[in-house]
């Protein structure tokens, strides 16, 4: 988990507050990359930004991912 907020936090210079509020949902892998959408932010307009694959980056993040429990039906 720590290895993923740290991917997060410096690709997209994310603020602390921001990487506490992210939540799964508000990333999209699409295959070789993550579009990572941040909807609050400290001014009020909403950032994107792209996750490459450098390195191991979105394996770790694939593997993070599958270790989370998948959300309930209600």
Not at 21 to 39: H, Q, R
Request: proline share 5%; with cysteine.
């Amino acid at each position: 988990m720590i290895k993923v907020g740290l991917i997060l936090g410096i690709a997209g210079a994310c603020r602390t507050d921001e990487l506490v509020n992210l939540t799964v949902d508000d990333i999209e892998d699409v295959g070789s990359s993550l579009i990572v959408k941040i909807p609050n932010t400290k001014t009020k307009i909403p950032r994107i930004f792209v996750v490459t694959d450098v390195g191991n980056m979105l394996e770790l993040f694939r593997k993070y991912l599958s270790l989370r429990p998948s959300p309930r039906q209600a």
